[in-house]
């Protein structure tokens, strides 16, 4: 036999060998794979008990005992409803709010009725609003003649002028409905409240005019507060005035309307240079 015979007759008994070997493992493995229990599975399943093998009786008893080993749970019991504490809950959105309403319009009525009650309250407080003594009467002409006309009282809010006697009849058909203004008249008195019945700004004295002047709109007026000029409605408005055992007190309660226009009781033109716009003479 040559070589390369020798050579393939051993590959193929090798060969036949190794398929011998795989054929052989496989069927070993196939067996042990089918059924076949690991060592500790077989030690924990001696003491077991097979159903299979067992009776009815047998069965039953097995089941009861099982059974009898389960602890039946307790029967949970439900608790009575008791409302919450509403200390714990606090408080709610709407009781928040309603509140919060309650509480703001209580806070405004009461500031209202303060202001109310604050604005009456002046009659009796001895400010403007009240009755406010000024002085003497022959003080309080005296001080007017030394001012050159006109006399300021800044607690009554008033300018207080002389009123001349000899214009009393006019003075009395113009102003005798008022009886208080018209009781000043009498003491040679008149006071004037310093708001221009226009837009209300205060209106000074013009010294070189002897007119009252507003410099707000130009709005002119004679010594006693009658209109001579400018936008105002009518003449100057004014208080009440009273002298009782020679002392003069204006009262600041009561605002009595200015005199229509056209009004002149006194005859009293400008007598000298405007202080604002032009006039009328």
Excluded at 46 to 54: F, I, K, N, S, T
Excluded at 267 to 277: L, R, S, T
Aim: aromatic residues 8%.
């Amino acid at each position: 036999m040559t070589t390369t015979q020798i050579i393939t007759i051993a590959i193929a008994i090798l060969i036949i060998a190794g398929v011998g070997v795989v054929l052989t493992s496989s069927r070993r493995d196939g067996v042990r794979g089918v059924g076949t229990l690991a060592r500790e599975t077989r030690k924990n399943d001696r003491g077991a008990v097979d159903p299979e093998q067992l009776t009815g009786r047998q069965f039953e008893a097995v089941a009861k005992a099982r059974s009898a080993a389960i602890v039946a749970a307790p029967k949970a019991e439900v608790e009575p409803w008791s409302p919450p504490d509403a200390e714990a809950i606090g408080v709610s959105r709407r009781q928040f709010f309603n509140r919060a309403t309650v509480t703001l319009m209580s806070a405004s009525l009461g500031g209202f009725g303060a202001a109310v009650i604050g604005f009456l309250w002046t009659s009796s407080s001895g400010g403007f609003g009240s009755k406010i003594s000024v002085g003497n009467v022959n003080d309080v002409i005296g001080q007017i003649r030394a001012n050159k006309g006109f006399l300021y009282f800044p607690e009554a809010r008033s300018w207080i002028t002389e009123y001349p006697k000899e214009s009393l009849s006019k003075g009395k058909a113009a102003y005798g409905h008022q009886s208080t203004v018209y009781s000043g008249l009498e003491s040679g008195l008149i006071a004037l409240y310093q708001k221009c019945p226009h837009l209300g700004c205060r209106v000074p004295e013009c010294k070189s005019s002897q007119w009252f002047e507003c410099p707000c709109h130009g709005s002119q007026f004679n010594r006693v507060g009658e209109k001579k000029g400018g936008p105002a409605p009518r003449g100057m408005d004014r208080f009440g005035v009273s002298v009782t055992n020679g002392n003069v007190v204006i009262d600041t309660g009561t605002v009595f309307g200015g005199p229509p226009i056209g009004t002149n009781t006194t005859g009293q033109e400008a007598e000298g240079p405007h202080c604002v716009g032009g006039g009328s003479h």
